[in-house]
């Protein structure tokens, strides 16, 4: 079997000129295909290298109420022959994921996130044993991912084995790409939960009103690259006049 998968991606991974970023988007991404997709997505994670601005997430809640908002999948030159070679495609988003300059690894995830499967529903049946595959690696994780947390009233986005609890992504375009993809790999973040609650789009933008202007380049670039969310132009609206041109 040779599975076709894609990185489903929410953030700077897409745009970020770090050295080791753009070795992993040569080496393991065809950027010539690419599309936008409909995601749910949102800003919830307080990052402390991003000086407690916030970073996206992916929310059951927002596919539940139909509060979507855009991302990137972009697929992986080669194809999966084996079990062993999407968890190695795997592992090396992770790294990617990773500060500069920090010691190589094989983990799937760390306290911040992991590494999510989302599988095509009608792709090629991923094997049962290549799933078991997947779920022993992450049950051997050094750091496993063992779900993340949620708001009140909503599931979490990624269950204990791994998987990526959100519907197949609706292509905004490159409709043939989504259709010849049998898996998405993606990162997903741990958000940032007080009182059961997400923080509100006002506590985002006045955390990015707070730091140094350059750090809402995360903001600004993800939208120049079609990566938003259903609460973008409300957050954009409360951002001061130092933060709105990056």
């Known amino acids: 079997m040779q599975l076709r998968a894609g990185i489903l ?48 997430v992916f929310s059951t809640a927002c596919a539940r109420k139909g509060k979507w908002g855009q991302a990137v999948v972009v697929s992986c030159h080669d194809t999966a022959g084996s079990p062993e070679a999407l968890i190695g495609e795997a592992q090396s988003l992770w790294r990617a994921e990773q500060p500069p300059g920090a010691v190589p690894c094989h983990a799937l995830g760390g306290s911040w996130g992991c590494v999510a499967l989302l599988r095509n529903p009608n792709g090629q049946e991923i094997p049962a044993d290549w799933l078991d595959c997947w779920k022993r690696t992450v049950a051997e994780d050094r750091q496993p991912p063992a779900g993340l947390n949620c708001a ?54 006045k955390a990015w009103n707070q730091a140094d202007p350059k750090r809402c380049k995360y903001f600004w670039q993800n939208r120049k690259n079609g990566i938003f969310t259903f609460e973008d132009d409300s957050i954009e609206s ?8 990056n």
């Open 9 to 56: 991606i929410i953030g700077s991974l897409l745009w970020d000129c770090a050295k080791h970023r753009v070795e992993w988007r040569t080496a393991r991404l065809d950027m010539d295909r690419k599309c936008h997709v409909r995601a749910s997505i949102r800003y919830r994670r307080k990052s402390s290298s991003r000086c407690l601005t916030y970073t996206m």
């Open 152 to 205: 009140k009233g909503e599931k979490p986005a990624v269950d204990r084995d791994a998987m990526l609890q959100i519907p197949w992504p609706e292509p905004v375009d490159g409709e043939e790409l989504m259709s010849s993809l049998d898996a998405l790999l993606a990162t997903a973040t741990d958000p940032t939960i007080e009182n059961g609650q997400y923080p509100t789009p006002q506590l985002i933008a």
């Open 238 to 245: 409360l951002l001061d006049c130092r933060h709105r041109c």
